[in-house]
């Protein structure tokens, strides 16, 4: 069995920042991609951000500059630094990972999500 865990999410004012965090655990023998998802009310589930085991990364164009995913692999752990935040960043972000367990299945794993409001 395989767990991720989410956390850093919260309340901040427009032009603020939060780090997120999620920390898989498990059976895990590796983790290939990871990355960050986000759902606002009323709209579909959205790439953010990815990161392979490599350290290589992908984002949407319009979050360039402003959001950072990187990932500590001693730890399973990914991170998600979100600066210059918007109100149209709100959303809830969930974190996704694809996990080979010490059994060798390949697992495409989901956090449970940590809402992220930005208002004044």
């Known amino acids: 069995q395989v767990q991720l865990v989410e956390s850093g999410g919260g309340l901040v004012q427009p032009g603020g920042s939060l780090r997120l965090s999620c920390a898989a655990s498990?059976?895990?023998?590796?983790?290939?991609?990871m990355g960050w998802y986000r759902q606002a009310p009323g709209k579909q589930r959205d790439l953010v951000a990815a990161?392979?085991?490599?350290?290589?990364?992908e984002y949407v164009d319009s979050l360039k500059g402003r959001f950072t995913i990187s990932r500590d692999n001693a730890k399973n752990t990914v991170y998600l630094q979100m600066n210059s935040l918007k109100p149209e960043d709100t959303a809830v972000y969930y974190c996704?990972?694809?996990?080979?367990?010490?059994?060798?299945?390949?697992?495409?794993?989901w956090g449970q999500g940590t809402q992220v409001t930005v208002s004044s």
């Open positions: 996704n990972a694809e996990i080979i367990t010490d059994w060798g299945d390949r697992l495409d794993s």
């Open positions: 498990g059976t895990i023998f590796s983790i290939d991609d």
């Open positions: 990161i392979i085991s490599g350290g290589s990364t």
